[in-house]
């Protein structure tokens, strides 16, 4: 909002649609944002971004309504977007955000016209949303872009390093078994040790950081990331404070005490972004 601009995956507009057939094309574009991220269409601000709120709205609607609204049309296999509506007070006005949480279901759309007045959604017409553009209600997606949804779906997208990333993000869905462990809804994503490297660890000697710990007794190992046993990644890991707590080795980093570089202080470091989450 502070952009004062729409985008991929949010919409902004000035009143709740008076005619329901577009306010499910809009729903579904969303839903279908190329990006495949969460979206959020939000009632009570104009298309510059000019908060105007939505308490004198006649059209305003709860949650239990785009619920309802929702479910009562004919989505493919049932495959229905899921919602939550939130209200927000910004300069002393009502604004409705309605989220649109992403899913790997896209493409959303429907197996049987719906229609409101002259306004046609028609049965396997695909709507996306790319930057701050729709598909034209009364047309379908590229077939380019569509791809991308469906390869979404069939899961060949994102590719396997990406997944994973994003999968080692949910700790709850990783079961463990005797080799490692492996990801409860893909189990051909795994997590599993490299026993020869962690042997090979064997007479290495503890960080300085190890000494920090309640109990300075530590040990190395090395983890594999895989799918379908294909190493995407992998890593040396430490288990610090007698087994309480492993994570991945920091990276070294190195900064020079002096211009010609003959002394410098070493330190460790972990990068926000770094594959393996520590745990």
Known sequence: MSEKREGTYWDFKQEYHKNKARLLHDIICLANN??????????????????????????????????????????????????????????????DALTIKK???VPFYLSEQYKDGKTIISAGSIYLRIEDQNTSINST?????TEKLW???????????????RMLE????????????????APEFTVVE????TNSYENSSMPFYAYNQMNSSSSYYHYECKYHGTTLYDTQTIS?????????????????????????LKYRYFLLELLVRNN
């Open 34 to 95: 190329i990006e495949n991220r969460d979206a959020y269409l939000i009632f009570g601000i104009s298309d510059l971004g000019s908060i105007v709120g939505v308490e004198s709205d006649e059209n305003r609607k709860n949650q239990e309504h785009f619920i309802s609204f929702l479910h009562g049309k004919k989505f493919s296999g049932g495959v229905i977007p899921y919602v939550f509506l939130k209200t927000l007070t910004i300069d002393g006005h009502k604004v």
């Open 103 to 105: 899913s790997n279901k």
């Open 141 to 145: 997606a590229d077939p380019l872009n």
């Open 151 to 165: 390869k979404i779906r069939f899961g060949l997208l994102p590719n396997p390093l990406n997944q994973m990333k």
């Open 170 to 185: 949910v700790k709850t869905d990783w079961v463990g078994n005797k080799k490692g462990y492996y990801f409860r809804e």
């Open 194 to 197: 490299n026993v020869n490297l």
């Open 240 to 264: 610090l404070d007698s087994g309480r707590y492993h994570t991945p080795i920091p990276e070294f980093g190195f900064i020079a005490v002096d211009k010609y570089n003959r002394n410098s």
